[in-house]
């Protein structure tokens, strides 16, 4: 037993590592740490496959599916020239309601996708208004990760910590959604403060958004409205969750293949092929077998005690320092790792805390995490894309210019989070 811990040890501190430093593709090096601990035989390869989560993974294949089909309408870039046409081309009041639209957008799309639809835009509006876009980039990215933390699909460690426990979508709208939109309000503040004195343009340079025709954009006008039908049933479907007892992916996928039919039953290849991003689907298997081998292997069981004790086996102790912790190690790490590998282990921890129910704790490790993710260019999957879209745009961004904004943004959420969950869970 203590040769699989230390075996099931090393490949877990091998993979991250190399997922920190980005030496190897991310997913090849998690797939390859997932069958390693089959071949070092930490544990059999049929027990290696049933840690799979496959409610997250065909969750996360059907809001792909969804979302690959609804961008073939341009509603979103729609969306994005119709914010700028509406604040009238000035710069900051773009910057400040795209942060919005992209908050929202995330709340209901996966935040990776969200940043490849609206980067770009952003990166032609602030093109035509003749100023950088390294800020409208770097709030998008902010917007992305904060949007996403208000529901169970917006981000993925949200996915991971809903399917392990059975949280609905609602219970993630009625727990995290509040203090969500307190942290989006607070981060406006925020962004205003950092940037109003430094953006402005001639009034020619605002004609050039006033002119644009945003109704070109839409080019499936048929396809949208079938696309928000779908859309509205399968949030009706993740209202009543618990009352029809499906599960998020069954809900999802229906959803998906409906539509799917319902485009263009030609074009399903093509389709699949341009929406579904296998790799990091492939990532997150790799990810549940690492964590499999820590858990079969006795390791978690072992480290759980340790952690209580830590906190002194004072459960709003240890939920409020769960908001820090999972906040740094997120940002360093990245959330969903992260959030992988401490699911098994508060589920150990339960029975050593006097509480009904660990929810609190799951919802401090979904801000923590989700909102931790901010906190460096590494910290979410959304960062990473975003920041190659601009560097592929000739418009490199650092490691600490992105962080002169990040840091504070990721302070004051991961701040506020803390007096909610207090607030809300330990005062009363």
């Known amino acids: 037993m203590m040769l699989e811990m230390v075996i099931a040890l090393v490949i877990f501190l091998l993979t991250y590592f190399f997922i920190i430093t980005e030496w190897i593709n991310k997913m090849t090096i998690v797939l390859l740490g997932g069958f390693l601990v089959v071949i070092f035989q930490v544990m059999p390869q049929h027990i290696a496959f049933s840690y799979i989560d496959w409610n997250v993974i065909f969750l996360l294949i059907g809001m792909m599916i969804?979302?690959?089909?609804?961008?073939?309408?341009?509603?979103?870039?729609?969306?994005?020239?119709?914010?700028?046409?509406?604040a009238k081309g000035s710069p900051i009041r773009i910057m400040l309601m795209m942060f919005c639209v992209t908050a929202a957008i995330s709340a209901i799309l996966d935040n990776v996708t969200t940043v490849i639809i609206l980067i770009p835009v952003n990166i032609l509006i602030a093109s035509e208004l003749g100023i950088t876009p390294v800020p409208f980039i770097i709030t998008q990215v902010l917007a992305s990760n904060i949007g996403g933390t208000a529901t169970l699909i917006g981000d993925p460690p949200n996915i991971l910590i809903g399917s392990a426990n059975g949280l609905s979508f609602i219970d993630f709208v009625y727990n995290l959604t509040p203090v969500i939109i307190i942290i989006t309000i607070v981060s406006l503040l925020i962004i205003y403060l950092t940037y109003h004195k430094h953006m402005h343009v001639s009034?020619?340079?605002?004609?050039?958004?006033?002119?644009?025709?945003?109704?070109?954009?839409?080019?499936?006008?048929?396809?949208?409205?079938k696309s928000v039908i779908v859309i509205f049933i399968l949030m009706v479907g993740f209202i009543v969750q618990?009352?029809?007892?499906?599960?998020?992916?069954?809900?999802?996928?229906?959803?998906?293949?409906?539509?799917?039919?319902?485009?263009?039953?030609?074009?399903v290849e093509q389709i699949i092929t341009k929406s579904i991003d296998w790799v990091s689907l492939?990532?997150?298997?790799?990810?549940?077998?690492?964590?499999?081998?820590?858990?079969?292997?006795?390791?978690?069981?072992i480290a759980a005690p340790f952690l209580v004790k830590l906190t002194n086996s004072n459960f709003k102790v240890a939920s409020i320092a769960m908001v820090w912790v999972s906040g740094l190690m997120s940002s360093i790490m990245g959330s969903v790792p992260f959030v992988a590998t401490m699911i098994?282990?508060?589920?150990?921890?339960?029975?050593?805390?006097?509480?009904?129910?660990?929810?609190?704790?799951w919802w401090a490790l979904a801000l923590g995490s989700c909102l931790g993710g901010n906190g460096t260019i590494i910290g979410a999957a959304a960062n990473i894309v975003s920041i190659g879209i601009a560097k592929r745009n000739g418009i490199p961004i650092s490691f600490w210019k992105y962080m002169r904004l990040s840091f504070v943004v990721t302070f004051v959420s991961l701040l506020i989070s803390t007096l909610y969950i207090y607030l809300r869970y330990f005062l009363f």
Not at 66 to 86: C, H, N, P, R, S
Not at 203 to 225: G, P
Not at 250 to 262: D, E, K, P, Q, R
């Open 242 to 267: 618990d009352i029809i007892h499906f599960s998020s992916s069954t809900i999802a996928m229906t959803s998906a293949l409906v539509l799917l039919i319902m485009s263009n039953r030609k074009e």
């Open 66 to 86: 969804i979302m690959g089909v609804v961008k073939e309408t341009g509603v979103f870039q729609y969306i994005a020239i119709k914010t700028a046409k509406i």
């Open 282 to 301: 492939f990532f997150f298997m790799g990810l549940f077998m690492i964590v499999g081998g820590l858990n079969e292997s006795g390791l978690i069981k």
């Open 203 to 225: 009034n020619q340079r605002k004609a050039r958004i006033m002119e644009y025709n945003d109704k070109l954009l839409i080019t499936n006008k048929a396809l949208l409205w």
């Open 344 to 361: 098994p282990m508060i589920k150990s921890m339960a029975a050593s805390f006097n509480t009904i129910t660990m929810n609190p704790m």
